[in-house]
């Protein structure tokens, strides 16, 4: 038990759940946000809402006046993160959902890391189809999880977690979660039933009705299902990878997937088309009785 003085009251704060010594576990322990009611007679947690923010998409560039597709992606990225500083002063977590770095350069992702500054204490990463695993590594180390060739992360809170799964296929456009990583998955939420769990992936395992984007989705999507079956825990989960906004239910989740920081994609096409439109990026609440709310944001 740990003693605190929050507004003039001596309270006890108890320890939160420690780490299970998996070191791809971040357990956020911020004593002075959480305030025991047992002093005040009332039995019960004053437990808060965690606020994640979600930047998918970036595809960046080492050189930062280069284009993709007449878009200078540099300039939508700092115009998110200013947008975040104005729309978002409090968060607990920045979740970057693959596809930082249009060209995999080493460079690139020292560009990114520089510019976070302090909020890579919030950072957690994952890989899309155009990083480079062994660069991700390498510039963010404290990442690395679990897992030796993926990268995957897990935070947790009181009543939830956040986990993050590697769909990277090197050289492949499209994903998979392969064998190992989902009985790693498996494990994870076995070992913690009653957490309500959010999952972040690249690769979305639904079809988003276009064609050419529904080729490269999640190959290994049936199996992914299979698992959350199994697991009611796992309330929803967001991807990246289809630069537009869809909702679809999965596994008796729901799945979302989030706009990107880089060109938008129009929805419902048959071939390659570009959405103009400014960069987005989505915000969720996770509530301490096991909802959440969302809600994608785009730069004006
Ligand atoms: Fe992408």
Redesign the pocket.
């Known amino acids: 038990m740990e003693l605190l003085l929050i507004g003039g009251y001596k309270t006890t704060v108890p320890e939160w759940e420690r780490p299970t010594g998996d070191e791809s576990t971040t357990v956020l322990n911020v004593p002075e946000r959480r305030i025991s009611c047992v002093d005040f007679g009332f039995g019960c947690d004053m437990l808060v809402t965690r606020r994640i923010v979600q930047l998918t998409?970036c595809?960046l560039f080492a050189d930062p006046s280069r284009e993709l597709r007449e878009f200078v992606t540099w300039s939508r990225f700092m115009t998110v993160l200013q947008d975040v500083r104005q729309r978002i002063p409090e968060f607990d977590l920045l979740v970057m959902t693959?596809?930082t770095a249009h060209d995999e350069a080493f460079e690139t992702y020292q560009s990114v890391r520089g510019l976070l500054g302090p909020w890579i204490e919030k950072l957690k990463i994952i890989p899309?189809?155009?990083d480079d695993r062994r660069f991700l590594n390498d510039v963010f180390p404290e990442t690395r999880g679990g897992l030796a060739e993926r990268i995957t992360f897990e935070s947790r809170w009181e009543n939830w977690r956040a986990i993050g799964l590697d769909s990277h296929i090197t050289g492949q456009t499209s994903g998979s979660l392969g064998d190992e990583q989902r009985a790693w998955l498996r494990t994870r939420l076995q070992a913690r039933p009653s957490l309500h769990t959010v999952l972040f992936l690249h690769h979305p395992p639904v079809l988003v009705q276009s064609p050419w984007l529904d080729q490269i989705r999640l190959q290994d999507a049936t199996e992914f299902e299979q698992l959350l079956r199994d697991h009611p825990q796992v309330r929803v989960i967001s991807c990246?990878?289809v630069?537009q906004e869809i909702t679809a239910s999965f596994a008796g989740g729901t799945l979302i997937t989030t706009p990107?920081v880089?060109p938008q994609f129009r929805p419902r096409s048959e071939q390659l088309e570009i959405e103009p439109g400014p960069p987005g990026y989505r915000v969720l609440e996770l509530h301490p009785d096991g909802r959440w709310s969302s809600q994608t944001l785009f730069c004006q």
Do not use: K
């Open positions: 998409d595809h693959g596809d899309g189809n155009h990246g990878h630069h990107a880089g």
